[in-house]
């Protein structure tokens, strides 16, 4: 099967290519002009032969001619009236959806090509699947963020704590990194209060949902009114309708750690983590989503922290498992302080794979090294090519953001996945 979406990073718009967008089927522009110039030509016609009817009396029209004029006219202005009005609403749909740098019959059409592409799932959290979003936006429209509501700490803990209210921070990234804002507004939904006052520590974008929150219910109902207001490509949604997860670990040595922001500064090595209380079920939104789609991506992000505890709620494994999409692994560009130090890309797979029993059948791993300062604490990830026992493939790639080398970059992260061969495909831009 093949999957139609446009190549973000296609060569400029040729005139040829402009053409072909404006004769192509679905575009929604030909039929009205074509209504619009016909209707005009039978108006000004059927007015111009009674114009020549009453000037010249040797000339009779009779009843039925006038009759039908009359008619025709009528229909003619009918006519112009409805085509001019989709016209209007073709521009305006089209100034919508207009790309920078684009005309509107170029943007519309690549719009068609990403509502008939790929569906894609985003599993995970955090930084890393904000960053993989903002980079398969431009492939497809069809896109579900499933995002961990078990964060604790900062603006979000307190938010929750306050409201008892899902934690808003990683749904809040994944908004805006599915939206198109303008950089001031993107800043402002950035913008953390640093004065000392009740807001100290408090994210705009998490006060944005918080408000939301009281005003519309819950939790899924908010994402939903926040990605019409802020014009995002896809959706979020929240893994859970619970609002009260808890992340829970236990060290090798056996120490219990409470709470996911603790868990991410604990000093001694992982053995397992699980989610309280345990009964927890899936969205069910969520599940028809992973039936659904066509290739699911788990990741980038902390392990432990933002990946895992989407797969710890009941329901989503063996729904990824049932699912006939492809299931992609991202490992991280570099391991994480406390939480993943020391880890290779088997010992991230492995981890995850013992946690979820979710199979694998392609795993990114980035080619393009650094040695990243070693305060950082945060050495590059080396690639491999195989691993034993693993029956998926690896697809070994530069994924790398040069300006910060412990993060993945977004359109190379999403060119990599959607060039995956299986996937089959074909940009509508040459």
């Known amino acids: 099967m093949g999957f139609y979406m446009s190549n973000p990073d296609t060569s400029p718009v040729t005139l040829l290519a402009r053409v072909r967008a404006f004769f192509r089927i679905g575009i929604g522009l030909k039929r009205w002009l074509f209504i619009l110039i016909i209707s005009v030509f039978i108006l000004v016609s059927e ?23 009359t008619i025709s006219i009528i229909i003619s202005f009918s006519l112009i ?14 100034v919508r959806h207009k790309q920078i740098g684009l005309d509107i019959l170029t943007s519309l059409s690549i719009k068609i090509d990403k509502d ?15 960053t993989l979003l903002r980079g398969i936006k431009h492939w497809t429209n069809n ?45 402002m939904f950035l913008h953390r209060f640093t004065a000392k006052s009740s807001l100290n520590s408090h994210n705009m974008g998490n006060l944005f949902l918080a408000a939301l929150y009281q005003k519309v219910g819950g939790f899924k109902q908010v994402l939903e009114a926040a990605g019409d207001i802020l014009s995002i490509t896809g959706k979020v949604v929240p893994v859970s309708n619970m609002t009260n997860l808890k992340l829970m670990a236990e060290t090798k040595s056996g120490q219990i750690i409470d709470g996911e922001s ?10 397992r983590v699980w989610i309280e209380p345990a009964s927890a079920i899936a969205d069910q939104s969520v599940l028809e989503a992973i039936s659904n789609a066509g290739v699911i991506v788990i990741g980038p992000g902390s392990l432990y922290t933002s990946i895992i505890p989407n797969f710890l709620v009941g329901g989503i494994s063996d729904a990824v498992n049932s699912s006939s999409a492809l299931k992609v692994f991202v490992c991280n560009v570099a391991t994480q302080p406390h939480e993943t130090e020391s880890y290779d890309v088997e010992k991230h797979l492995t981890v995850f794979q013992e946690h979820t029993g979710v199979d694998i059948d392609h795993v990114v791993v980035n080619c393009n090294i650094k040695d990243n300062p070693e305060d950082w604490h945060q050495p590059a990830v080396l690639p491999i090519w195989h691993m034993d026992g693993f029956r998926g493939s690896f697809l070994v790639d530069d994924v790398l953001d040069e300006s910060m080398p412990t993060r993945h970059d ?21």
């Open 47 to 69: 007015i111009g032969l009674m114009i020549i009817a009453f000037l010249q009396p040797d000339l009779t029209m009779g009843g039925s001619g006038i009759a039908i004029s």
């Open 81 to 94: 009236f409805i085509s001019t009005y989709r016209l209007y609403i073709w521009i305006v749909n089209g």
């Open 116 to 130: 008939k592409a790929v569906k894609v799932v985003a599993i995970g959290g955090g930084t890393g699947q904000s």
């Open 143 to 187: 896109i579900t963020a499933v995002v961990t509501i078990t964060d604790d700490g900062g603006s979000s803990g307190n938010l929750r704590d306050d409201l008892d209210m899902p934690p808003p921070g990683d749904a809040r990234s994944c908004l805006i990194a599915l939206s198109e804002l303008d950089p001031i507004l993107e800043e």
């Open 262 to 271: 603790s868990i991410g500064l604990v000093s001694q090595p992982l053995s």
């Open 410 to 430: 977004p359109r190379k992260l999403a060119r990599a996945i959607m060039q995956i061969p299986s996937l089959s495909v074909y940009t509508s831009r040459k």
